[in-house]
């Protein structure tokens, strides 16, 4: 069988000039197909939108193996297939951003990863334990070349990376998340680590060696000046009851109604770190690392991009995460929660998928969108029922 692939993507991101380009023509691509974009993945089935694609598409696809249409996402096309089919596949796979995987040695000469030891990479999964070992390296090598006095985990979850930085590297940390059922769990894995490097300095007799917990603030971060404001009180480090006004039941007081800490101490200098740093949360950061000039470096890892509250679609009172782009704004192309959803759907782990596991990832859809048809149906006639 003969097949070709698409080619590399001709876009970059080097200017301003260039990034706006690739986002124009991203938008030039996708608005013949708003149909699909606004539209949940089950509708598809629910709504029969393969009604809509192109006859020839449809006639060709229905025929072809599994094997096939796995790869598609990865900008494989069939030699036999229509020239318009294979010319959408081709323009698609030249506007997507590149993933392939960067070389850390490269961005940051001399990163060494430290495997962390069993006490602290107790309750992790072997997923979570190579995360934080990777991202914790790369935080300490930051803040130590930024120079940054104290570490804000933002979103900091159960406190694994804030721990690491504090007990392996040594740094002062703040851990910030909105759960107090996670700020509990932090504080007392943090007691139980604490104990084990107590005891080994008693054994190895080093006494001198001080040993730094992270603090940790129960809040959710509902704009840029409450996150200004819980970066500010981290300044404070010996004052812990500056940590007490953001306690949980406190989470809902407006941002700008707080009296932010930074600009006071020009000699402090912060780092903001986030590992799955969830929907506006990494936006958050990044304006906050922008807003707060005490803020000199933010290394953060995103995640749930679909949750993002979106301008002129998603009623908000703190300011919308997207679109950040002066460009998209001005472009006036929305996506939408359906939009951002699909996108959250990574089409090109496909190509490493056998036949059988593929076939079952389609057939998930088309027993969901059989259910939501026939659940519709039985709710329609059982409201009949009740008002007859």
């Not at 990865?74 to 698609?92: C, E, M, N, R, Y």
């Not at 690392?289 to 000199?296: A, G, S, T």
């Not at 192309?333 to 056998?354: H, T």
């Amino acid at each position: 069988m003969e097949f070709s692939t698409a080619s590399d993507c001709k876009y970059s991101c080097d200017t301003a000039a260039h990034t706006l380009h690739w986002i124009n023509a991203i938008i030039h691509f996708l608005k013949p197909f708003t149909f699909f974009m606004h539209a949940h993945v089950v509708n598809f089935f629910k709504d029969r939108l393969w009604e809509s694609v192109d006859k020839e598409w449809m006639d060709c696809l229905r025929n072809e193996p599994i094997e096939n249409l796995l790869l598609i996402p990865s900008g494989v096309v069939q030699d036999h297939w229509p020239a318009s089919l294979k010319d959408f596949i081709v323009t698609l796979r030249s506007l997507v951003f590149p993933r392939e995987q960067a070389d850390l040695q490269t961005v940051l000469p001399g990163l060494h990863v430290i495997s962390l030891n069993s006490v602290l990479a107790q309750g992790m999964n072997m997923k979570k334990k190579h995360e934080v070992e990777v991202l914790s390296a790369v935080v300490n090598s930051i803040a130590d070349s930024a120079r940054g006095h104290t570490i804000v985990d933002v979103g900091a979850g159960q406190g694994y990376l804030a721990q690491v930085l504090s007990f392996q590297y040594q740094h002062s940390v703040v851990a910030i998340d909105a759960c107090s059922h996670h700020g509990s769990i932090t504080d007392a894995r943090a007691e139980r680590i604490k104990k084990h490097y107590a005891a080994q300095m008693r054994k190895s007799e080093t006494g001198n060696w001080s040993l730094n917990v992270p603090k940790t603030i129960t809040c959710r971060v509902m704009s840029i000046g409450m996150l200004k404001a819980l970066t500010g009180m981290s300044l404070h480090k010996d004052d812990a009851e500056q940590l007490r006004p953001f306690e949980e039941d406190n989470a809902q007081l407006e941002g700008e109604k707080l009296k932010s800490s930074c600009n006071a101490n020009n000699d402090t200098s912060l780092v903001l770190a986030g590992l799955h740093a969830c929907g506006d949360l990494s936006v958050t950061m990044l304006k906050t690392f922008l807003d707060c000039k005490e803020v000199k470096a933010i290394v953060s890892i995103g995640c749930c991009y679909n949750l993002l509250s979106e301008e002129g679609i998603d009623k908000t009172e703190t300011q919308c995460g997207f679109p950040m782009s002066a460009g998209v704004k001005s472009a006036g192309f929305s996506l939408g929660k359906n939009s951002r959803d699909l996108a959250c759907q990574s089409a090109e782990r496909w190509r490493g998928m056998e036949k059988d596991a593929g076939l079952h990832n389609f057939e998930l859809h088309c027993f969901r969108a059989a259910f939501q048809m026939h659940f519709y149906v039985f709710v329609i006639r059982y409201q009949h029922a009740l008002c007859g």
